[in-house]
């Protein structure tokens, strides 16, 4: 199946809405290979699951079409060591106003945190925005923009267009970031964005690691025509 066709039956599971739910995204994406931490959803009103399949610590965030940023609500708990702490941050994140439900997930190690993004602009069509994540991004506005699809090869061009790129490369000492695993992601977002049923993506931030890579928040705007 090609990624139109598994895109399209994804989005006719959420019946025309605009947003999509990050964990339903990150399900997307898990199937469609790339990295996404093990977790799982808890709906608004539902007991907490047992959750002895994930690997503590975990980390508990709320999950709502209508609250812009998690952490300005408070809407974040880490480090959740055992069945106790988590089941307390699931309640506390539930009384939330405008929650939906929450996600717990096994809580990813601190990496290279890296944007990965895509638009439809008006001139060029779909585009790839790629940049260092966290406080850099903001710093320094350190992007790189690539028009999609991309190969492999465009992929690794992108990425040496930051200025940032030597933390990527392995910077005093720092081992090198896995940027084989970086290249298929920026692929694969690529190859969504010219499907058409997208408006945007936004998979911020990324977490890289000397193997391998973490999506940590994933979002999904659907095209208002689809």
Do not use: W
Request: proline share 7%.
């Amino acid at each position: 199946m090609d990624r139109n066709d598994s895109l399209l039956i994804f989005l006719d599971g959420y019946g025309g809405e605009k947003t999509l739910p990050e964990h339903a995204v990150k399900g997307f994406l898990r199937d469609a290979g790339l990295p996404v931490p093990r977790g799982l959803f808890i709906p608004r009103g539902a007991a907490v699951p047992d959750l002895s399949s994930l690997a503590f610590p975990l980390a508990a965030k709320i999950s709502s079409t209508v609250i812009r940023s998690k952490s300005d609500v408070g809407g974040v708990r880490l480090g959740l060591q055992d069945m106790d702490q988590a089941s307390k941050a699931v309640a506390d994140l539930m009384a939330i106003n405008g929650v939906e439900g929450v996600i717990v997930e096994e809580q990813s190690p601190q990496g290279v945190e890296v944007i990965v993004g895509g638009i439809i602009d008006p001139q060029f069509g779909p585009v790839i925005m790629f940049g260092l994540g966290g406080v850099l991004v903001e710093l320094f506005q350190d992007t790189a923009f690539a028009p999609a699809p991309m190969t492999r090869t465009d992929a690794f061009r992108l990425m040496a267009r930051v200025r940032g790129y030597r933390l990527l490369t392995g910077y005093r000492g720092t081992p090198p970031c896995d940027l084989d695993t970086l290249a298929r992601i920026l692929v694969i977002v690529s190859e969504l964005m010219t499907t058409g049923l997208l408006e945007e993506m936004d998979l911020n931030p990324v977490a890289l690691y000397p193997e391998g890579a973490m999506i940590l928040d994933a979002k999904m705007f659907v095209a208002s025509h689809h």
